[in-house]
């Protein structure tokens, strides 16, 4: 088996011809360059949930104690 296998990289019944008979059909497939978005958007969603903590959360919790 070899590293571009289909059977390590390809759901069952699909093969790199059919990716790329997709491709000249005008579809897009993804490209690994596509993961260098998900860095920004998770840094903003971890910011964000610190800062929600610190000023809303925070404060509730400790405004709720018993």
């Known amino acids: 088996?070899?590293?571009w296998?289909?059977?390590i990289w390809l759901p069952p019944g699909i093969t790199w011809q059919d990716l790329e008979k997709f491709k000249k059909d005008g579809g897009t497939i993804p490209h690994f360059e596509d993961?260098?978005?998900i860095v920004?958007?998770?840094l903003a969603i971890?910011?964000?949930r610190t800062?929600?903590?610190k000023i809303?959360?925070?404060p509730i919790g400790q405004?709720?104690?018993f």
């Open 1 to 3: 088996m070899n590293f």
């Open 5 to 7: 296998s289909e059977e």
């Open 35 to 37: 993961l260098y978005m």
């Open 40 to 42: 920004p958007y998770a």
């Open 46 to 48: 971890i910011g964000l």
């Open 51 to 53: 800062i929600l903590e």
């Open 56 to 58: 809303l959360f925070k």
């Open 63 to 65: 405004g709720l104690k």
